[in-house]
């Protein structure tokens, strides 16, 4: 048998537990409530799955991407092209991780990207004299100061999968200087939508080599600052 001091006093608790009662079903209630719930899957459209499958025949067969990591608003699709770039550009607006590329009748390739954290980060007007399908790597002298396990790779990083710039790469110049920022694949899925990288701009090996096929050599781009106003 419980006193009644011993009833007040746990029935205190158990209010404070709760925060609102004292009553033990609610309280049971609120910590079930409170625990965290796992994310509900996200529903990937058959059409979506397809186009982000795998591409066995590539140099390096890419499996197929883990599409279901990145939120839907970063899937490659066509918008009215909110730019107002003439067709043939890329505009990389990084307030909104998106990287656009603009077509004639008024419209524009939608792609979502992951971009440079702070400190890394780059805008501004370039071209782009070249591309390379899978891309030897070659980290800045910079960056093997900072992290000297990259050493090994002071005279370049194979093709291939677990190289940084992924399936394909387009290099951004400003006139003849290399500004060593690069538009690359990356299998890492997650990292769409988000600042992780060093500098560069991202997209899923998928995207990249969509991308890839419909940029000529000498195309314009255009990277806006965060702090101009959105695109979309």
Known sequence: MIDRRSFLVSAGAAALA??????????????????PRAAAPVFVPPDVRAMYGPRPNEEFPLPAADIAQVPPQFWRREVSNPTGEAPGTIVVDTATFYLYFTQPGGTAMRYGVGLGRQGFTWNGDARIPFKRKWPTWTPPAEMIARDPSLEEFRDGMAPGLDNPLGARALYLFQGKADTLYRLHGTMEAKSIGHAVSSGCVRLLNQDVIDLYERVPNGTRVIVRPPSAPRLA
């Open 18 to 35: 709760g925060c609102t009662t004292a009553d033990p079903t609610v309280v049971v209630q609120r910590q079930v409530a409170m625990r």
